[in-house]
């Protein structure tokens, strides 16, 4: 159990539109959803903490109207990179942490990378 | 401020045995978990430890000393495959996640 799955794995974009990534807890309901951004040879870097029914608590530096989180429901959370630039290109990845974990164990999707020309 | 100290690269051979070494400074301590990442792919998930002492999962085993605000992870019996980045990550008292900057291991034949 705990499986939890990205969607796309991959996209290409021009610069200024925007992608949509999609975060989905498989097989638990997920309270909290944790966004990442890594870029290459760089360890993760936290974006936003998102909580179900809740707005999302971002990190200092990351911008809350560029980087859109949706928190629908205990099963899915959405990234939405607004007028995406070259310099948002990064593999981003997404984890969540399930209301039963007793020690606030993070499961990771298996990261979407985001290539903006 | 918070840190998280480990080496940024190691370099073992096949067969043999690599320590890889975490030391922290957080506000708080709840819990430290080890990730292993390999290229290009998101972390999985190798243990965690609360309590002082060793807790030993196979070929792979984490050490922690909460008074020296240390933690390590074991790998014996090397194999190619455990190429990858090695992440060492602590809860702190406000529950968040501090994440050091990863080990990357490189495994000779």
């Known amino acids: 159990g705990a499986v939890v799955s990205q969607h796309p794995s991959r996209v290409i974009c021009k610069s200024g539109t925007s992608v949509k990534i999609e975060c989905r807890s498989l097989?638990?309901?997920?309270?909290?959803m944790f966004w990442y951004r890594q870029f290459p040879k760089q360890s993760l870097m936290l974006m936003a903490t998102?909580?179900?029914?809740?707005?999302?608590?971002?990190e200092q530096g990351v911008e809350k109207d560029k980087f859109l989180i949706n928190h629908a429901s205990l099963t899915l959370s959405t990234l939405t990179v607004t007028s995406a630039h070259p310099e948002d290109s990064s593999f981003y990845i997404c984890?969540?942490?399930?209301?039963?974990?007793?020690?606030?164990?993070?499961?990771f999707g298996p990261g979407t990378r985001l290539t903006v020309l | 401020g918070q840190n998280i100290d480990q080496p940024t690269e190691m370099t073992a051979t096949e067969g043999a045995i690599v320590q890889i070494n975490c030391t922290y400074q957080?506000?708080?301590?709840?819990?430290l978990f080890w990730y292993q990442q390999h290229a290009g792919e998101a972390p999985t998930f190798l243990s965690y430890?609360?309590l002082d002492g060793l807790e030993e999962k196979g070929r792979f085993s984490s050490f922690l000393s909460r008074s020296k605000g240390y933690s390590y992870l074991l790998l014996k019996e090397l194999q190619m495959k455990d190429s990858a980045s090695y992440l060492c990550?602590?809860?702190?008292?406000?529950?968040?996640?501090?994440w050091g900057a990863g080990t990357k291991l490189i495994i000779k034949p």
């Open positions: 984890s969540a942490s399930r209301l039963e974990s007793s020690y606030n164990e993070q499961f």
């Open positions: 097989d638990f309901q997920a309270t909290t």
């Open positions: 998102s909580n179900e029914g809740s707005k999302a608590t971002y």
């Open positions: 957080t506000s708080g301590f709840n819990g």
């Open positions: 430890n609360v």
């Open positions: 990550a602590v809860i702190n008292s406000n529950y968040q996640l501090i």
